[in-house]
């Protein structure tokens, strides 16, 4: 194998509380443990197309550790094997400028590279690898913790906490006004952020993607509520929740190669609905990306810096392709297309849904 002098690091997708603490383990561990330089590679995938990379040394990366974002910025446009371009007629295209990271590589003297990412960028990471021969090693990160080869990602602990400090922000003006919230989180596809947000903040109705809803369902468990007395309710929806036979809703879509769609919008629909049938006056709150801004919780600092220097300690050791993760106690690597192959979604029957349900939880399915 050829000795490594000199590591690349690089945040793609979205920001994502955590960021800045891997790349502060990834530089510390490199040169402190194994006396090897690292560069920070700008703006995501965009940096290695257009060689935009400098130098990280111990003073770069000192006292970023609870700072939200990423020192090194991020995209989640620049996909080198479809890169966006303007045609003739002002249109958008997209071509493959893959040859250019590999000149970027070289220029640079770049022996491997760290990518810190959710799905989209360990994707393009292992096409780089299979394809081009680059030594990647992934880092799995995302707020909404559905990312395979790991049990959990960084990043989603931070969001959950803000996601339930809100939901218990709300509670109060469903208590004092007698009204029924409706809390919109993000996570996707996946149902992570608002069924631990739903429980940890105590949510009478939790819906999620990976459970279908039934509008009547969601208005029994209102009534039931109010005849017991209790005249205020309060509804945490996951944006990518859909009604059973219905679809999700889109908010918007955007030059994302990866994934267009930007889900958002649920909450309204949801509350709507439940004022018409059930007559309670109702609210909806979209969260949005505050759920991912700001410093991180102690457990995403803790998990970023072992990932970081994990992801060294791989590249140290050639385990190119692929991804560290936390796999009980330990940090463990699983080879990149494994952990993408299939996002991690919540399970009906596990254990969170089943003791929600116990609870008197309704999901609405
Ligand atoms: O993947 C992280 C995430 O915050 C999702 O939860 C959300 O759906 C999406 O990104 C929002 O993307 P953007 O920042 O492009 O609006």
Redesign the pocket.
């Known amino acids: 194998m050829k000795k490594i002098k000199r590591i690349g690091v690089l945040t793609g997708?979205?920001d994502?509380p955590g960021l800045n603490a891997v790349i502060r383990a990834v530089v510390t561990s490199a040169l402190r443990e194994y006396n090897v330089e690292c560069y920070g590679i700008l703006d995501g995938f965009s940096g290695l197309i257009n060689k935009r990379v400098k130098k990280l040394d111990l003073n770069d990366v000192s006292g970023i550790l609870p700072r939200g974002g990423t020192i090194l910025g991020t995209s989640?446009r620049d996909n080198p094997f479809k890169y966006p371009f303007k045609n003739d007629k002002g249109e958008i295209e997209y071509k493959d400028v893959s040859d250019q990271v590999i000149r970027t590589i070289e220029y640079n003297e770049l022996d491997a590279i760290i990518t810190v990412g959710?799905d989209g960028t360990q994707s393009i990471a292992n096409l780089l690898h299979s394809t081009h021969n680059i030594p990647v090693v992934g880092v799995p990160k995302?707020?909404?913790n559905d990312l395979g080869g790991t049990d959990v990602t960084f990043g989603f602990d931070t969001a959950l906490t803000i996601a339930t400090l809100s939901i218990d922000k709300l509670h109060s003006t469903a208590e004092a006004h007698h009204r029924v919230m409706v809390i919109e989180v993000?996570?996707?596809y996946a149902g992570w952020i608002a069924l631990h947000s739903g429980v940890a903040g105590g949510g009478d109705v939790i819906l999620i993607p990976e459970i279908p809803f039934k509008m009547d369902k969601i208005a029994e468990k209102i009534k039931e509520r109010e005849n017991r007395g209790k005249r205020f309710s309060l509804i945490v929806v996951a944006?990518g929740a859909k009604p059973e036979g219905g679809d999700v809703i889109v908010a918007r879509k955007?030059h994302?190669p990866n994934d267009p769609i930007?889900?958002g919008g649920i909450s309204q629909f949801v509350g709507n609905q439940v004022e018409d049938i059930t007559g309670i006056e109702t609210r909806y709150t979209i969260l949005g990306?505050v759920?991912?801004g700001g410093s991180p919780s102690p457990l995403d600092r803790i998990l970023a810096t072992r990932f970081g220097y994990h992801a060294v300690k791989a590249v140290m050791e050639g385990k190119f392709g692929h991804m560290v993760g936390l796999r009980g106690e330990n940090i463990k690597t699983t080879p990149i297309s494994e952990a993408t192959a299939v996002p991690r979604r919540v399970k009906r029957d596990s254990d969170l849904v089943k003791t929600a349900n116990a609870l008197g939880t309704s999901f609405g399915g």
């Open positions: 997708g979205g994502c989640n959710g995302t707020i909404d993000m996570g996707r944006e955007v994302d930007r889900l990306h759920q991912r």
